[in-house]
């Protein structure tokens, strides 16, 4: 069974600072997704990460993906009170195409 | 319009009771999903559907039930509602894409059993 783990789950930052949210996935897999949620709402896609060594970044995030070391990292530079939200990544277990969804690391950027 | 949208948004039912949560999209899609999301557990997947004579256990299906009427149509049951099911519910609807394709979520359905 796929165990997908995100550390940390709640993150407090201040504004500036950077940080990395890490995501681990226990089976071999090449489709790693980042989504967002605001409180209440529902989740927002933010990046799709298709092949070992892809990154790809929108704005003051930046998500990274290896495969080998089935890993994910969403890295945050030099934070805002706008980015304060809940992060899931979630990885796709391939011909069954099921998403399944790491715990989620909850952000709040203080002043 | 959303693309995919959840009826009800809210509901409270009572213990026992048969309740059933719809979701219909306009996307086009041939996949969707049914996830429930409880605070610290992320979203665990309930069931999903290929097409409409296609239909899968999640990991979490017990007292649940499924029901896809037509391509854009996924509707979830809870056939005797009780207290634990109490959560909030997404649909998500995917492409049929070789190469992997994000999800698509719905608003959500916060559901209250008393």
């Known amino acids: 069974e796929l165990k997908v783990e995100q550390n940390p789950l709640f993150l407090s930052m201040q504004e500036g600072k950077n940080y990395t949210i890490y995501c681990n996935y226990s089976t071999t897999s090449d489709r790693l997704y980042w989504y967002r949620q605001d409180p209440g709402k529902s989740l927002e896609s933010l990046f799709v990460?298709?092949?070992?060594?892809a990154v790809k970044q929108e704005g003051r995030l930046m998500a990274s993906l290896d495969t080998k070391a089935r890993l994910s990292t969403l890295h945050i530079t030099a934070a805002v009170h706008d980015l304060s939200a809940t992060y899931f990544c979630a990885v796709d277990t391939g011909t069954a195409s099921k998403l399944t969804f790491g715990t989620g690391t909850r952000l709040q950027v203080t002043l | 319009d959303a693309d995919v949208t959840q009826t009800p948004r809210n509901r409270i039912t009572k213990t026992g009771k048969r309740i059933m949560l719809e979701c219909s999209q306009t996307k086009g899609h041939d996949r969707m999903y049914w996830y429930r999301q409880d605070p610290g557990l992320g979203l665990r997947l309930i069931y999903y559907s290929f097409d409409v004579k296609d239909i899968n256990k999640g990991e979490i299906s017990d007292g649940y039930s499924v029901s896809r009427q037509a391509q854009a149509k996924f509707s979830l049951s809870l056939e005797s509602a009780i207290p634990n099911q109490t959560a909030l519910y997404f649909c998500?609807?995917?492409?049929?894409?070789?190469?992997?394709?994000?999800?698509?979520f719905g608003q959500g359905t916060r559901l209250t059993v008393v």
């Open positions: 998500a609807t995917r492409s049929q894409g070789a190469g992997g394709t994000e999800a698509f």
């Open positions: 990460l298709l092949s070992n060594g």
